[in-house]
C-alpha cells in the first residue's frame, strides 16, 4: 500500500486526477485544463509562433517539402535522445556523455560494417548494446556509488571522445551499406501512390484520436481533470489538421522519412511507459523524493541504473541514425549534440529538480530547438549567434520552472 501511495504522488501529468476524484471534480464539472495542460497549450502556442517566425523570415522555404525532409532527418537524434534524457532528469540526474557516445557507437558503427564487413542488422544489434553497456557502466557509478552523475558523464564526456578519436585514428570511415542508409536517409513506400503519405497520416490521426477519446472517458469515470468538450474537440481537430497538411507537403517530395516512423514508435512506446507502467511512475517517484522512494520499497539503485542504461541505448540508436545520414563516421560526431537535447527537455517542461516531465512536451522542445537551427541556418546568422540565443531560449526555460514551481511552494 505504501508504494503504490508513493508512486501516485508523483505519477507524469497525463494521470493526474485519476487517483484522486475530490481534488479533480470541480475542474472536471467545468471543463476547465488543469496547470499542465495549460502549460504543454503554452509549449504549443510558443512552436507555433517560432514556426510562423520563420516561415516568414525564411521566405516561405521552412515549409518547403524538401526543408521538412531535411528538418526531420537532422532533428531526429536530438528526439531520440531526449526520450532518454527526459526518463534521466525526471530520476534526478543529468547525462552529458551523450555527444560523445554518439560520436563513438558511430566510430563502432563503420568500423564493424566497412571494415569487417558485418552485415547492418548485427552491427546494428552490436551498437544498441554497446551504448547500453556504456550508459549502464555510468549508471553504476552514479547508482551504487553514490558519485554526482554530472561527475560521471563529464568524465564519460571525455573517455569516449578520446576513445572514438583512438578507433578511427583521425580518419573519415565510409561509405556503410545502402540498407544501413535506409535507417536515416530513405522514405516510406508509397504504396498508395502521391496520397501515401496522407493515408498514412489519416490513419496515425484516428489511432491518436481514439487514443484520447479513451484517456478522457478514463478521466472522467474516475473524477480527474478534463477539458471542455469545445476544447477537447479543437485541440484534436487541429492536430488532425497539421498532421494532414504536413504529409500532404511531404507527399510532394518522396514522401515520409523511414525517421520518422523510428519517432513515432519511440515518442509512444515511452509515452506508455512513462504514463502507464510501473516503473515509469516509480521514476518520477525517484525524482520527486528519493527518500519516499526508498522507504516505500522501491529499488533506487537498480532504477538509476536502467535509466541510464536506456539513455546509452538511446545515444546508440542515434549515433547510427546521424552516421547513416552522413555517410561517413568521423571524431567529431555528435560535438555540442548533449547541449541542444538537454535544452530541449528543459524548454519541454521537464523540471532541474526532477520529478517533473512528460514526452510531448519534450519533443516539442526537441522541435522548438530543431526549427530555432534550421531557421538560423536559413536566414544566414552565425554559430556564436545561434548559440547565444539558445543559450537565452534555454535560461528562460529553466527560469519559468523555478518561477513555477515557487508558486506552486
Not at 556509488?145 to 571522445?161: D, K
Not at 542508409?181 to 501515401?196: E, M, R
Not at 526532477?354 to 536566414?379: E, H
Request: proline residues 3%; charged residues 10%.
Amino acid at each position: 500500500m505504501t508504494d503504490i501511495t508513493a508512486s501516485k504522488s508523483m505519477i507524469p501529468v497525463d494521470d493526474v486526477g485519476a487517483g484522486d476524484k475530490s481534488a479533480g471534480e470541480p475542474q472536471a464539472r467545468r471543463g476547465l485544463p488543469h496547470t499542465a495542460q495549460l502549460r504543454e497549450y503554452g509549449l504549443v502556442f510558443a512552436l507555433a509562433l517560432i514556426t510562423l517566425f520563420f516561415e516568414y523570415t525564411t521566405g516561405g522555404v521552412l515549409f518547403q517539402p524538401l526543408n521538412l525532409s531535411n528538418l526531420i532527418m537532422q532533428n531526429s537524434y536530438v528526439v531520440v535522445m531526449a526520450l532518454g534524457m527526459l526518463l534521466v532528469i525526471v530520476a534526478g540526474h543529468i547525462d552529458l556523455s551523450i555527444g560523445s557516445v554518439v560520436g563513438f557507437v558511430g566510430a563502432l558503427a563503420a568500423l564493424l560494417m566497412v571494415r569487417f564487413g558485418f552485415d547492418p542488422v548485427s552491427a546494428t544489434v552490436a551498437c544498441l548494446l554497446a551504448g547500453a553497456v556504456i550508459g549502464g557502466l555510468q549508471g553504476y557509478f552514479v547508482a551504487y556509488l553514490a558519485i554526482p552523475s554530472f561527475i560521471v558523464t563529464l568524465a564519460g564526456m571525455l573517455v569516449f571522445r578520446g576513445l572514438t578519436q583512438a578507433l578511427l585514428q583521425g580518419a573519415s570511415i565510409g561509405p556503410f551499406p545502402e540498407v544501413f542508409q535506409l535507417l536515416s536517409k530513405g522514405y516510406l513506400v508509397n504504396f498508395a501512390g502521391p496520397g501515401t503519405s496522407v493515408l498514412i497520416a489519416l490513419v496515425l490521426a484516428a489511432v491518436l484520436l481514439g487514443l484520447n477519446v479513451r484517456r478522457r472517458q478514463a478521466r472522467i469515470r474516475n473524477g480527474g481533470p478534463v477539458d471542455s468538450l469545445a476544447s477537447f474537440v479543437f485541440r484534436n481537430g487541429v492536430t488532425t489538421i497539421l498532421m494532414l497538411a504536413f504529409a500532404y507537403q511531404m507527399s510532394a517530395y518522396r514522401g515520409l522519412p523511414n525517421v520518422l516512423l523510428v519517432l513515432f514508435v519511440l515518442v509512444m512506446l515511452y509515452r506508455f511507459v512513462t504514463t502507464r507502467t510501473t516503473i515509469g511512475r516509480r521514476i518520477y517517484a525517484l525524482g520527486g523524493n528519493i527518500k519516499a522512494a526508498r522507504l516505500s520499497g522501491i529499488k533506487t539503485e537498480r532504477l538509476t541504473f536502467l535509466t541510464f542504461a536506456n539513455m546509452g541505448a538511446l545515444a546508440g540508436l542515434a549515433g547510427m541514425i546521424f552516421v547513416a545520414r552522413l555517410n561517413t563516421a568521423n571524431s567529431k560526431a555528435g560535438i555540442g549534440f548533449e547541449l541542444d537535447v538537454i535544452a530541449a527537455c528543459f524548454i519541454g517542461g521537464a523540471s532541474a529538480a526532477g520529478g517533473i516531465g512528460k514526452v510531448s512536451g519534450v519533443v516539442i522542445g526537441a522541435f522548438i530547438i530543431g526549427i530555432m537551427n534550421n531557421g538560423m541556418s536559413i536566414m544566414g546568422i552565425g554559430v556564436d549567434w545561434q548559440q547565444v540565443i539558445k543559450g537565452a531560449v534555454l535560461l528562460a526555460a529553466v527560469c519559468l520552472d523555478v518561477h513555477n514551481k515557487n508558486n506552486r511552494l
